[in-house]
């Protein structure tokens, strides 16, 4: 365990690096209680601090309460050390955000034994804080494919939405969907009907960058935003996911795999639903036109007279062209 010692006696502070070395413990020393702050705010902050109660500049009691102030950061288990042992004095440690209290003159079995139930109590939070992240990743993911599943993406695209407006910029979406998935499950079972979208996913995440996201909107359609994207770029980043889905995979029992997309870009006040909507309007008109291809829409917001039909950009396989038809 790595522990702190505050203390500004030099014979207190060496005795209690002396024990704590010799029971197997990284020491780390400080005099004064800013000096104990600094090292509690750091980046290798430790597990467990023994404070002084009574130290130059900024006493034990102010860097508990100091230290408590700020909940993001990992738990730190405290042991305050003095020579005050009146009950009102535990209490007033305690309320400040001490987990122990131990009077000078200590024990040395004595503090052994609180440094024992200190680690049992960061044992317990560690596993308390994996367990509530396990528990986020499950409430947001996908259990198949380990994207983002729909009521996360959906969030996400909303809060990019909101961004992009605030900050005057665009967002691109693509709903993507497998073809002829269901002859997949029908003729090579469930199984591998699961192979490949786990496939897909991990194919789509390595694909993009860093910032966007991608989710399994449901079924074998997927859902990926792209912040800072007109709907040109847009088309073009779904080309380059589109491209690298068709590359044969030895791991796919031998299935030709692709897909169609639709793509739409909100530039401005944009309705979630609207814009999800334009997208699988896209994506069916790349079905209807014989799929493994791409199409996309023009920015929002249009006008109330423009038909989201009437200005697709085609993106047919190993091509990237805008239609003939005029906006």
Request: include cysteine; proline fraction near 4%; hydrophobic fraction near 40%.
């Amino acid at each position: 365990m790595r522990i702190l010692i505050a203390e500004d006696e030099t014979v207190q502070r060496r005795l209690l690096e002396r024990l704590l070395m010799g029971w197997g413990h990284d020491v780390i020393m400080a005099t004064d209680g800013q000096e104990a702050l600094s090292v509690l705010r750091g980046e290798n902050r430790p597990d467990l601090a023994i404070l002084d109660w009574v130290m130059p500049g900024m006493d034990g009691l102010r860097v508990c309460g100091e230290l408590r102030k700020d909940g993001r950061q990992k738990y730190i288990y405290i042991v305050l050390l003095t020579a005050k042992d009146r009950k009102q004095d535990l209490v007033e440690a305690m309320e400040a955000g001490a987990d122990e209290y131990l009077a000078k003159p200590f024990d040395a079995q004595e503090l052994r034994a609180r440094l024992i139930a200190g680690q049992r109590i960061l044992d317990l939070q560690e596993q308390l804080v994996s367990a509530n992240r396990t528990l986020q990743f499950q409430a947001t993911h996908d259990p198949l494919t380990g994207l983002f599943n729909r009521g996360a993406i959906m969030e996400i695209l909303q809060n990019e939405l909101t961004r992009a407006q605030r900050e005057r910029t665009s967002v691109s979406i693509v709903l993507a969907d497998l073809d002829h998935f269901k002859k997949i499950n029908d003729t090579q079972g469930h199984s591998a009907g699961d192979l490949v979208l786990r496939q897909v996913a991990q194919k789509m995440q390595s694909s993009v960058r860093s910032y966007d996201s991608v989710g399994r909107y449901g079924g074998e359609e997927f859902l990926i935003v792209l912040p800072g994207c007109s709907s040109l770029r847009g088309g073009e980043r779904a080309e380059q996911i589109r491209l690298v889905l068709s590359e044969p995979n030895p791991d796919a029992l031998g299935i030709r795999i692709t897909v169609s997309m639709g793509v739409a870009c909100a530039h401005g006040p944009t309705k979630i639903e609207e814009l999800l909507s334009t997208a699988d309007a896209a994506l069916y008109r790349a079905k209807r036109n014989g799929r493994n291809r791409i199409e996309t829409v023009p920015d929002f917001p249009r006008t109330q007279t423009e038909d989201p039909n009437s200005a697709m950009t085609m993106l047919s396989p190993g091509s990237l062209r805008k239609s003939d038809v005029a906006t």
